[in-house]
């Protein structure tokens, strides 16, 4: 069992940056796959970025690629997305979420979820 708690949201204007955080509880968080997904109002949630246990590979969604940096610290069991160069369509509630499973961007994959952080982009 793992529990996450997802932190650093907040509203930012364009073009700004915010870092999220997410902890992970458990001694076994490098044997997950991590991933972030978003929910804006009205929308389905979508992937937004993926690393591997390691951390040596990662996967972004092309709306997020290059603006933001997915990262994990396994000897504190925490994973960061630092996002920058942020747009009005960024505004999201954004997740955390574990997988057992290798690297993936789905979102049926994954097994744990975080409870969300809610970031707003204003123009």
């Known amino acids: 069992q793992v529990q996450l708690v997802e932190s650093g949201g907040g509203l930012v204007q364009a073009g700004g940056s915010l870092r999220l955080s997410c902890a992970a509880s458990g001694r076994t968080f490098s044997s997950y796959s991590m991933g972030w997904f978003r929910q804006a109002p009205g929308k389905e949630r979508e992937f937004v970025a993926a690393?591997?246990?390691?951390?040596?590979?990662?996967y972004y969604a092309d709306s997020v690629k290059g603006r933001f940096t997915f990262s994990r610290h396994n000897a504190n069991n925490t994973v960061y997305l630092q996002m920058d160069s942020l747009k009005p369509e960024d505004t999201a509630v954004y997740y955390c979420a574990a997988s057992m499973k290798v690297i993936r961007t789905t979102s049926t994959g994954y097994d744990y979820w975080g409870q969300g952080t809610q970031v707003t982009v204003s123009s």
């Open positions: 690393i591997s246990r390691s951390g040596g590979t990662t």
